[in-house]
């Protein structure tokens, strides 16, 4: 059975500890963090990676951020201190909306509550923090039983970045659908593309399927293409950072150029996400926010340089992938097949 052994935070001793994913998999340690502003570092410099698991963070770094000044303020400035515990971790990320969906959900139980002493409300606050924790594993269990029917016995699947336990609170969503598949029976092959500029292909998808004895094998982007022109790619599945109202798909840098190519060789492209994904405040992928990152990224990685000094660099983290090439859209309460305005919006009723 192909249970994810991946717990890629915990909340240990009053403080939330998550897996740092920088150093993965060369080095596997933990990083404890205790207020809203350390955990914003954490999701910005990437500790933590994910729609899903960026999400859990948050609410995370609300709760902490109220436990923290419960003990040393009260009234009026506690209020304007937790405040810009939610500005802080705001801006820590742009693309993924799940972290905007957990601070308006931390924010409503804060003001469900109303005029209670600070330490009641802090620990209202933890208490919503791991029910998300627990519910965003419930979500990606479903997702991956309804996506699971998808991929036929002995299917090779071609994932993109990382939707794995270590981008959510566990199990998944691209490679728990993977996943549950093979707790079903089936034996599922994983292509993993390396993913350029930070690897999360290479480094944490190839990780985590090789911890749990999937077989997996790892190309560099470029090589996309190539095995699928030689029907060696049965199926992609991708997971997603935000989804516009129409179903355009905002995922990792690469995503695009991966379903064009599934498109031109007639391959199924799947996308697994949560509910708590989709943005139906945004009408395309067109006003989806793209995440532009260091030039550092790209001119080299760690220690190492490869690039010449002085050469110009562009590094968005994200891209659109239109829905018209968006074969299903596997979500907790079922695949929507050719998502589109009205098919998403069902979802929600």
């Known amino acids: 059975m192909a249970t994810s052994m991946v717990e890629t935070m915990r909340w240990q001793n009053g403080k939330l500890e998550m897996i740092d994913q920088r150093v993965l998999p060369a080095q596997f340690e933990f990083i404890a963090y205790d207020s809203a502003a350390s955990v914003a570092e954490g999701i910005r410099s990437m500790v933590v990676r994910g729609a899903p698991a960026i999400g859990c963070a948050a609410a995370y770094g609300v709760a902490l951020e109220a436990l923290r000044l419960a003990s040393s303020t009260l009234g009026e400035q506690f209020a304007k201190q937790l405040e810009a515990g939610f500005d802080v971790l705001a801006q820590s990320r742009p693309t993924a909306v799940n972290l905007f969906w957990a601070l308006t959900r931390m924010r409503r139980v804060w003001q469900a509550m109303g005029a209670v002493e600070p330490l009641q409300l802090a620990q209202r606050l933890l208490s919503e923090a791991h029910e998300i924790l627990a519910e965003d594993?419930?979500?990606?269990?479903?997702?991956?039983?309804?996506?699971?029917?998808?991929?036929?016995n002995e299917a090779r699947v071609l994932t993109h970045c990382n939707?794995?336990?270590?981008?959510?609170?566990?199990?998944?969503?691209?490679?728990?659908?993977?996943?549950?598949?093979?707790?079903?029976?089936?034996?599922?092959?994983?292509?993993?593309?390396?993913?350029?500029?930070?690897?999360?292909?290479?480094?944490?998808?190839?990780?985590?399927?090789?911890?749990?004895?999937?077989?997996?094998?790892l190309i560099t982007d470029g090589m996309a293409g190539h095995l699928m022109s030689r029907g060696e790619?049965?199926?992609?599945?991708?997971?997603?950072?935000?989804?516009?109202?129409?179903?355009?798909?905002?995922?990792?840098?690469?995503?695009?150029?991966v379903a064009v190519l599934a498109r031109r060789h007639g391959i199924p492209f799947y996308v697994a996400a949560p509910l708590s994904t989709i943005d139906l405040e945004i009408k395309t992928g067109a006003g989806i926010p793209i995440e532009e990152r260091d030039a550092s990224e790209v001119y080299g990685f760690r220690e190492s340089r490869w690039a010449p000094e002085g050469v110009a660099v562009r590094n968005p983290a994200f891209d659109v992938t239109p829905a018209e090439l968006v074969?299903?859209?596997?979500?907790?309460?079922g695949v929507v097949h050719a998502p589109n305005d009205a098919q998403i919006l069902a979802l929600f009723r």
């Not at 598949?181 to 092959?189: D, Q, T």
């Not at 074969?327 to 309460?333: F, N, P, V």
């Open 163 to 217: 939707a794995g336990a270590l981008a959510t609170a566990g199990h998944g969503t691209a490679l728990g659908v993977i996943r549950s598949a093979v707790e079903a029976g089936k034996r599922i092959a994983v292509i993993a593309d390396e993913t350029r500029p930070f690897l999360q292909g290479a480094r944490l998808t190839a990780w985590e399927m090789m911890q749990e004895n999937i077989p997996v094998t």
């Open 137 to 152: 594993v419930r979500i990606n269990r479903a997702m991956g039983e309804h996506g699971a029917l998808l991929l036929k």
């Open 233 to 257: 790619v049965d199926a992609v599945i991708v997971g997603a950072d935000r989804i516009a109202a129409n179903g355009d798909v905002a995922n990792k840098i690469g995503t695009y150029m």
């Open 327 to 333: 074969t299903a859209l596997i979500t907790e309460k």
